[in-house]
């Protein structure tokens, strides 16, 4: 029997994230319908390990799936193909990474880039709204990969502490996202952030080394690292060493 799906009222908090659907219902990890998308819900549901999914036409839906799919920076897979196209990168003139330069450009190009087997986005209007409101607020990121002026791909994540909660990714050139995630890994590397959260299992992730663990692992982890002093949201060339030991810094 499908159960009980709770409506969140404005003023409602979220339920414990144990009371998720589980694996035999239609849609495992759904915890909640309705309430608001606003900074203050943002903030609490994130710290809870809770992150809003939902298409046009449908209520605000929060999930918490169990198990919850992480990416370990410790154990980021830095394929072949991958190290040349970093350090091509890397040394290559008018070729930069940036965070935050530009934050509403990339959760837009998020929404608008099409993407295989995908006709629509979860990206909507309001979601846009709602990120943009995060990151002023300081809590949410791009991580951004620029040629020669141009944004040619990018990433943007939520952060609380070293609490780090990646959210989607754009390439508009080849292997753009990919810079920017490997960005993304070496910043939290260099700054102490152990984890960073995939939400769904995939199987590009699971090639780059994300891997699922328990919901309640995860939600500890959230606890201690939310806790912990704010990262600073600035990428270091040098930070491009956790990742490429062997390449002469810049």
């Given amino acids: 029997m499908k159960p009980t799906l709770p409506w969140l009222e404005p003023e409602d908090p979220f339920p414990p994230v ?53 990416l370990p ?22 070729h930069e990474v940036c965070v935050d330069r530009d934050f509403s450009a990339v959760v837009h190009a998020c929404a608008l880039t099409p993407r295989s087997g995908q006709a629509g986005t979860w990206i909507l209007p309001e979601m846009v709204r709602a990120y943009e409101a995060l990151h002023a607020a300081g809590h949410a990121h791009s991580v951004e ?28 050139e080849s292997d753009a996202s990919k810079i920017a995630l490997s960005a993304l890994v070496a910043l939290c590397r260099a700054q102490g952030a152990p984890l960073i959260d995939c939400q769904q299992n995939t199987r590009h992730l699971a090639s780059l080394g994300a891997r699922e663990i328990p919901r309640s692992a995860f939600v500890d982890h959230i606890a201690r690292a939310r806790h912990e002093a704010p990262m600073d949201w ?10 490429l030991p062997d390449t002469p810094l810049a």
């Fill in 73 to 94: 920076v410790a154990q980021f897979k830095l394929h072949r193909s991958l190290r040349k196209t970093l350090q091509r990168f890397r040394s290559a003139p008018g």
């Fill in 145 to 172: 990969t620029w040629v020669d002026g141009r944004l040619v791909g990018g990433l943007y994540c939520v952060a609380f502490g070293r609490a780090v909660f990646g959210e989607s990714m754009f390439a508009h």
């Fill in 234 to 243: 600035t990428f270091q060339p040098l930070y491009w060493s956790e990742l």
């Fill in 18 to 70: 144990a009371h998720a659907w589980d694996a035999s219902t239609p849609a495992p990890g759904l915890l909640a319908a309705g309430g608001l998308l606003d900074v203050p819900h943002l903030s609490a549901a994130y710290q809870q390990g809770i992150f809003p999914w939902y298409s046009a036409g449908q209520p605000t839906l929060w999930w918490s799936p169990d198990p919850r799919m992480v």
